[in-house]
């Protein structure tokens, strides 16, 4: 037994290196350097530490603005997406007829450069001195005033940033639901075809109890997901997020690190490991109500 368990160490041991140098000790890192204040990168001092940077970060407007947008975007996007990708997998389990094909269409968005369907958005969104964009075309075919969507209204940015994060998530949502649709066995629907259960019934005792842990699994991922959200936003407004009002926490850290306030390392460590206790927290609350919900 001891030379199998040995075995088995040896075999996990290049995965656990992997996982020490590339993610926990860089954590480790990062958590140090939140309390270290004053820190210069240039000489690797600092004067002292403490509380300050968390403290600083805390009342940062551009940071306070930063969570609200990503909290919003978690909010609205997750359960949406997830309706929606639940919605259309059902359609493509229903139907025989040129199936692989609509699975296929539905998947190319998540294959498409994030940034090429960034800039198709700001075609569709964006007004210019030569066009308002076709979705403007569409509300002026209705009698509505066009909006400009992406230098517009607070609102108005925050529906194209929504719009654009659910479109980019859905293929991979609607492709794992329906592989978990595929899965379920045929017999417990034939079993409620001959009790003459209805539709609804069948959805909410057999189709949704078995599909629930990869629901589960999508619900835990897109929270993720979404509070790392920052390269959809750079797709649609530009690198100056903080000027459009549109910045997440993780472009806020590359900001603190790397943008035009960039240099604050402790600031962007102390940012860091805020969303990293957010992220936490949430996970196990998912965790909790999954214990009850989640049939495996």
């Known amino acids: 037994m001891g030379k199998k368990n040995g075995k088995g160490w040896l075999y996990l041991l290049p995965a656990i290196l992997f996982l020490g140098v590339f993610m926990v000790y860089p954590l480790i890192d990062v958590f140090i350097y939140s309390f270290e204040e004053g820190y210069n990168s240039a000489s690797q001092t600092y004067f002292g530490t403490g509380l300050y940077n968390y403290s600083y970060v805390l009342h940062d407007p551009y940071f306070l603005q930063a969570l609200k947008n990503t909290f919003l975007l978690v909010i609205i996007t997750v359960p949406i997406s997830t309706g929606f990708a639940l919605l259309i997998s059902l359609a493509l389990n229903s139907i025989n007829p040129l199936k692989k094909f609509f699975q296929t269409v539905y998947f190319l968005p998540y294959v498409t450069?994030?940034?090429a369907v960034g800039l198709v958005f700001m075609i569709l969104f964006k007004k210019t001195a030569y066009s308002d964009g076709l979705v403007n075309l569409l509300i002026h075919w209705f009698g509505g005033a066009s909006v400009d969507f992406i230098e517009g209204p607070y609102?108005?940015?925050?529906?194209?940033?929504c719009f654009y994060t659910i479109w980019i998530v859905l293929p991979f949502k609607v492709l794992i639901l329906t592989s978990a649709l595929a899965s379920v066995n045929q017999n417990y629907y034939d079993a409620a075809k001959m009790d003459g259960t209805s539709s609804m019934r069948v959805f909410t005792r057999i189709t949704l109890p078995m599909i629930s842990p990869m629901i589960f699994y999508l619900v835990i991922t897109?929270?993720?997901?979404?509070?790392?959200?920052y390269s959809d936003a750079v797709a649609l407004f530009g690198t100056n997020l903080n000027a459009a009002e549109m910045n997440t926490i993780?472009?806020?850290?590359?900001?603190?690190l790397y943008g035009n306030s960039g240099g604050y390392p402790s600031f962007a460590s102390a940012a860091a490991i805020i969303l990293f206790a957010v992220v936490m927290t949430i996970?196990?609350?998912n965790l909790m109500i999954s214990r009850k919900n989640v049939h495996y």
């Open 113 to 115: 450069n994030t940034l």
């Open 155 to 161: 609102w108005a940015k925050l529906f194209v940033l």
């Open 222 to 229: 897109g929270f993720i997901g979404a509070f790392k959200a």
């Open 250 to 256: 993780v472009g806020y850290v590359y900001d603190m």
């Open 283 to 285: 996970t196990c609350i």
